[in-house]
């Protein structure tokens, strides 16, 4: 069984600053299959084939059961492992599970009774995944049902509700994965910030309020979750459509054919020796930030 920590010693601390082109082509695959014959490793992209089984639904609520269950506190809770689905689905770069595994179980891969358990619940860990990466890829960044807002605002803000787990898991995805987005330049990381805040504020009342206290313009708590509320869809799509985007660059630019080496590197807003016609900040320079 695992051997279980604290809740605030397996994720961290929650005080972590909220640091702050559709794409309609489903040209990578990320899912993974059950875990029985391939435990902790990612499938061959060129052998990826349509799961069968419960419905993502049935695999939400049986994962949902597993961690309300005794003995499961070093666990991310359902609603923080879809927000840190979401992050891994969106980032430029694919991360294998065996990366990220650790980090949604506490600390270390755990060690399940029996074969059938570790099927069963590993299996409806990868459906959520995989069902979470589809919506992210196939409709640009579409939310959950289980994230719905409460109709009180404030009441969002609590630890326990959907959209504040969510919230805490998506920060903590980005955040692990926030060196891989800062490759590609200071100027993505501006163009990402409002989409992270949006999406991340709900997870911390504490650190928003000081935030807010710290602006200039000031606000109600109240103001600012109502527009938070409002455009927190759209900070979905922007965030998914980023990482989609570099990610496609970067498979681009992998096929295009080398330019010969040369000794005198172009500055960043001359032209890119590739020949795309773009500043080399924009092609080639950028990927070999990554």
Excluded at 14 to 21: I, T
Excluded at 50 to 62: F, H, I, K, M, Q
Excluded at 187 to 195: A, G, I, N
Excluded at 201 to 206: A, P, Q, S, T, V
């Amino acid at each position: 069984m695992i051997r279980n920590g604290r809740r605030e010693a397996a994720h961290g601390s929650q005080e972590a600053e909220l640091r702050v082109a559709p794409h309609d082509t489903l040209r990578v695959d990320r899912r993974v299959p059950d875990l029985a014959a391939d435990r902790f490793s990612q499938r061959s992209e060129s052998n990826v084939t349509v799961p069968t089984g419960p419905s993502p639904a049935a695999d939400r609520a049986a994962l949902a059961a597993y961690l309300s269950g005794p003995g499961q506190g070093a666990w991310m809770t359902i609603g923080e492992i879809e927000g840190f689905f979401f992050a891994l689905a969106a980032a430029p770069r694919l991360r294998k599970p065996v990366e990220w595994l650790p980090l949604i179980m506490g600390g270390e891969l755990p060690e399940f009774e029996t074969e059938a358990e570790t099927d069963r619940v590993m299996g409806a860990l990868f459906s959520v995944y995989n069902a979470i990466n589809a919506d992210v890829r196939e409709r640009g960044g579409a939310l959950p049902a289980s994230i719905d807002f409460l109709d009180d605002l404030e009441a969002n803000l609590e630890p326990d509700a959907p959209v504040s787990q969510w919230s805490r898991g998506f920060m903590r995805g980005h955040l692990w994965l926030e060196e891989d987005w800062r490759g590609f330049g200071e100027d993505v990381m501006e163009e990402l910030s409002l989409s992270v805040w949006g999406l991340g504020l709900w997870g911390n009342r504490r650190a928003l309020e000081a935030t807010l206290a710290e602006t200039d313009e000031g606000g109600s708590l109240r103001d600012t979750l109502a527009r938070a509320r409002e455009v927190f869809p759209d900070c979905a799509a922007m965030y998914a459509q980023s990482g989609l985007a570099l990610e496609d660059l970067v498979r681009e630019l992998d096929q295009r054919p080398r330019p010969a080496v040369r000794a005198d590197q172009p500055g960043r807003n001359e032209p890119c020796l590739c020949g795309s016609g773009r500043k080399y900040k924009k092609c080639c320079g950028r990927i070999r930030l990554v």
